[in-house]
């Protein structure tokens, strides 16, 4: 059973940084898809970044790139988000996501579990 946490949100001004992280037990070492989203008051869920538990390099959102790096730490069971140049259109809610599969994907129906959410806020 797949179970994840998110932590490391906050409060931060413009041009700062934030790491993110997900504890993600249950997840298997190469058959299971770990991703970011974000959901802003208003909008519709994003795709942020995701990586393959078995390798292979991640994907980003064209919003994103050059900016925010998701990383794996398989030992101990946890994926990251590192938030750099914050702005303030990346205010959102940030979720964690895994899902079976054998490679990349930023489509949320390919996951099937969710964490409870951290808060990023990024002021001016």
């Known amino acids: 059973q797949v179970q994840l946490m998110e932590s490391g949100g906050g409060s931060v001004q413009a041009g700062e940084s934030l790491r993110l992280s997900c504890a993600a037990s249950?997840?298997?070492?190469?058959?299971?898809?770990l991703g970011w989203f974000r959901q802003a008051p208003g909008k519709e869920r994003e795709a942020v970044a995701s990586i393959w538990t078995g390798g292979a390099a991640p994907k980003y959102a064209e919003s994103v790139k050059g900016r925010f790096t998701i990383s794996l730490n398989s030992a101990k069971n946890s994926v990251y988000l590192q938030m750099n140049s914050l702005q303030p259109e990346d205010t959102a809610m940030y979720y964690c996501?895994?899902?079976?599969?054998?490679?990349?994907?930023?489509?949320?129906?390919?996951?099937?579990?969710w964490g409870q959410g951290t808060q990023v806020t990024v002021s001016s």
């Open positions: 249950g997840v298997a070492s190469n058959r299971h898809v």
């Open positions: 996501a895994a899902g079976e599969g054998y490679g990349w994907s930023l489509r949320s129906s390919d996951y099937s579990s």
